[in-house]
């Protein structure tokens, strides 16, 4: 279904086109042979799409569920796949361990990135990644990043390290520098110095006498 629409006049300008969709199994809109992520919630179900010059934008149930720029194909080929990640949160809650291999999950900011490579080597590191990436649902996204990073600045990426530096950095208070466990590693090992502690004790002598 196809039906062009003009805001009313006197309005700003706001024309698109109208397309009713459904979704597929994967959270997957097609359009223009590309596909387009919305939030998992809405598999299998219909949406409306309108079509701008530039922008698609998904609407659901009266609210806009999703916007994504528009893709222009150049040429006859099968078209690309468009994700956001974020569109697929409530998949990994359920299965945490589509995020080693996922699709939708190659365009992590940097940050989620480097904390995902050193969490997945260690039992369980799948549903703290997860739970981690969750936070964005509950936060600002730059301000779960922000923790993210301080963690794996402090050397010490862990799920709740990474709720103490969010804790303060939404409470706007100072974020002191983190006195991890790798923090105390000794670099140079101590030795026993008889000769300075001779020197002491005869400086003890001195002042006595």
């Not at 223009?32 to 530039?54: C, E, G, M, Q, T």
């Not at 609210?63 to 697929?88: F, K, L, M």
């Not at 981690?132 to 779960?144: F, G, R």
Request: aromatic share 8%; with cysteine; net charge neutral.
């Amino acid at each position: 279904i196809e039906r062009p629409h003009l805001m009313p006049v006197g309005q700003a300008f706001d024309g698109f086109v109208e397309h009713t969709k459904l979704v597929s199994p994967t959270c997957l809109v097609s359009f223009d042979r590309n596909r387009y992520s919305v939030p998992a919630a809405f598999a299998n179900r219909p949406i409306s799409l309108h079509v701008y010059a530039a922008q698609l934008v998904f609407v659901a149930e009266g609210q806009v569920i999703a916007e994504h720029v528009r893709c222009i194909n150049r040429s006859h080929d099968r078209g690309e796949t468009i994700y956001d990640w974020r569109h697929y949160l409530a998949v990994l809650q359920r299965k945490p361990g589509a995020l080693r291999n996922g699709a939708p999950f190659a365009e992590f900011p940097a940050g989620f990135k480097r904390l995902q490579a050193i969490l997945l080597k260690h039992p369980g590191g799948d549903r703290e990644m997860v739970e981690i990436l969750a936070l964005v649902l509950l936060h600002d996204e730059q301000a779960v990043l922000t923790a993210v990073e301080l963690a794996l600045e402090a050397g010490a990426p862990s799920k709740q390290t990474v709720l103490n530096f969010l804790s303060r950095l939404l409470d706007g208070a100072p974020v002191p520098p983190l006195q991890a466990p790798q923090a105390f590693a000794l670099r140079v090992e101590p030795e026993a110095n008889v000769s300075r502690y001779d020197r002491l004790r005869d400086r003890e002598d001195h002042h006595a006498a």
